[in-house]
């Protein structure tokens, strides 16, 4: 019934009609009408101003940046790993609630499991690669990236939930206008209008982006501010908005580093950011996952 109406779904790789972009509009703006129809409902119920979203379209930025804008929103929380991923925190938050456990914030996502020094020398041994071990490996990575180098960056824990967060990551410089074709073209193999996501520091974002408050799990598309646009033009999609990170010192300290780094060499404290995979494979976790996605 549903081709009937619309037409039959498009083939992969097949070209993007007129046709194709007015029926993703439309079911965009559809379901940002029923979002703030659903929140300005919770909120005359409540008139509680803090916000708690979770769930599948939890993951839908644009739609997310509306509710966002709201007047009567005060603090928005999106649930980083919001859609099927987060059932199982949904479970064990339940299992705690339920024997009176008191529930903490989160802080971050890195709850992956430890890699150590040696099973990443195994792995390079094993893929028959040459390392260098760095002394200030975010000092270097900045260097390389002002240089217009892509680089893997893979640090830490990995993160819980769909989006890369500067531990399983595909970097770059964002001040170059080429720079989401070249990664597109050479890396993720994915389409064109997809935009890539900034990395900014968080004592810089606002005077960046039009941005509330910190949004350290990417799930909030904004406005980029209008002086800003033309210096990262790889992260700021055809709207003018971006789907924001923000980084704090103290929780990602290295992630950090690198970043102001980068602004001491490009004047930019922002940096591109991707997930680590290419297109239809799920985010690396081990280092020769890493090793053969680089590859």
């Known amino acids: 019934l549903l081709i009937k109406k619309i037409g039959r779904p498009r083939l992969y790789n097949e070209k993007i009609t007129d046709s194709h972009k007015n029926l993703a509009a439309s079911a965009q703006l559809t379901t940002e009408k029923c979002a703030i129809s659903y929140v300005k409902y919770l909120y005359s119920i409540t008139k509680n101003k803090n916000?708690?979203?979770?769930?599948?379209v939890g993951l839908n930025c644009s739609v997310n940046g509306v509710i966002a804008k709201l007047p009567f929103i005060k603090h928005f929380?999106?649930?980083?790993?919001?859609?099927?991923?987060?059932?199982?925190?949904?479970?064990?938050?339940?299992?705690?609630f339920s024997e009176n456990e008191k529930i903490k914030p989160i802080k971050h996502v890195f709850y992956g499991p430890s890699i150590s020094n040696e099973d990443i020398e195994n792995?390079?041994?094993v893929a028959n690669y040459k390392a260098k071990l760095l002394d200030d490996p975010a000092g270097e990575a900045a260097k390389l990236l002002a240089k217009k180098k892509i680089l893997g960056w893979y640090q830490?824990?990995?993160?819980?939930?769909p989006r890369a967060l500067g531990h399983r990551s595909i970097l770059a410089d964002p001040g170059h206008s080429d720079m989401r074709d070249l990664i597109n073209a050479k890396v993720k193999f994915r389409e064109d209008f997809r935009p890539f996501a900034p990395s900014v520091l968080e004592e810089k974002y606002r005077s960046i982006f039009d941005l509330n408050e910190p949004n350290p799990y990417m799930t909030i598309a904004c406005n980029v501010k209008e002086d800003w646009r033309a210096k990262i033009p790889a992260t700021v999609h055809v709207d003018n908005t971006a789907?924001?990170?923000?980084?704090?010192?103290?929780?990602?300290?290295?992630y950090h580093s690198l970043i102001k780094s980068l602004e001491n060499l490009t004047g930019r404290p922002v940096v591109l950011n991707t997930s680590f995979n290419i297109r239809g494979q799920p985010i690396i976790?081990?280092?020769?996952?890493a090793i053969s996605t680089f590859a």
């Open 285 to 289: 976790e081990t280092p020769l996952e």
């Open 156 to 161: 830490g824990k990995s993160e819980f939930g």
């Open 243 to 254: 789907r924001v990170q923000t980084v704090n010192k103290k929780i990602d300290p290295l």
């Open 51 to 56: 916000l708690c979203l979770a769930g599948g």
């Open 123 to 125: 792995s390079i041994k």
């Open 77 to 96: 929380f999106v649930q980083p790993a919001s859609s099927d991923r987060g059932l199982a925190l949904g479970c064990a938050l339940f299992g705690a």
